[in-house]
């Protein structure tokens, strides 16, 4: 994780764990997607694609494909307005760019 040198690995799985909480609140295909498959919490930040493939199945007749980018262009913002704010316009470019390709993805 990018954040971990920065902030260490207890407050980046925290800010981790905050921002996806939020965005499950605006979009529900992400429920439950921080646990894989065996059970196991993704403290990491990851979701488990087997997870929003579900949850999408309870969503018929909508655009998948634009839930699924805006759920995920919303976390990623969430994420980068948390670095930026807690540790500087510096931080957040830096992180942008390890992320760079999912942000182009998600356009």
Known sequence: MV???????KITKKMLSWSFE???????ILKD?????????????????????KALSA???QDKVAMVKAALSELL??????????????LRQTVEKET????????
């Open 33 to 53: 997607t921080h646990w894989s498959m065996s059970g196991e919490y993704l403290d990491n930040g990851a979701i488990e694609s087997g997870r929003v493939v």
């Open 3 to 9: 954040l971990t040198p920065f902030i260490g690995d």
């Open 22 to 28: 939020r965005a499950v609140k605006s979009h529900p």
């Open 59 to 61: 969503f018929d007749g």
């Open 77 to 90: 913002k969430m994420r980068l307005a948390a670095v930026e704010q807690g540790l500087g316009p510096s």
């Open 100 to 107: 760079g390709k999912l942000g182009e993805i998600l356009k």
